[in-house]
Nanobody
Framework: VQLQASGGGPVQAGGSLRLSCTFT????????MSWFRQVPGKEREFVAA????????SVTDSVKGRFTISKTTAKNTVYLQMNSLKPEDTAVYYC???????????????????WGQGTLVTVSS
């Protein structure tokens, strides 16, 4: 399984970006697809996840109401729509996937077997 993330870049506070993550190499419907973010010196932080089969989503509280995770099944792509961006959203964003997770593990980066390469989001004030 390979994950290819894209869509990062510079944006001013209050602006929007949409990240995309396309995966190849699997036809399984059991995947949990997630977005994490990381800033230098800090641990990787859970942002959002989606159950590929059911469409059930989970979003961390700090971005709830601003970020939305969604998918396009036909394109094997998961999206992270980020609105009302703040400088504290600046980070490298990673997509991740796993097909063995239970719901309580969605936010744990150590539970994911597959990772994309990361895409940098820089929000200026």
């Amino acid at each position: 399984v390979q994950l290819q993330a894209s869509g990062g870049g510079p944006v001013q506070a209050g602006g929007s970006l949409r990240l995309s993550c396309t995966f190849t190499g699997s036809t399984s419907w059991r995947w949990i697809m997630s977005w994490f973010r990381q800033v230098p010196g800090k641990e990787r932080e859970f942002v959002a996840a989606i159950d590929w089969r059911s469409g059930t989503t989970s979003v961390t509280d700090s971005v709830k109401g601003r970020f939305t995770i969604s998918k396009t099944t036909a394109k094997n792509t998961v999206y992270l729509q980020m609105n009302s961006l703040k400088p504290e959203d600046t980070a490298v964003y990673y997509c991740a996937a796993d097909d063995t997770l239970i719901r309580s593990s969605w936010s744990m980066p150590t539970q994911y077997d597959y990772w994309g390469q990361g895409t940098l989001v820089t929000v200026s004030s």
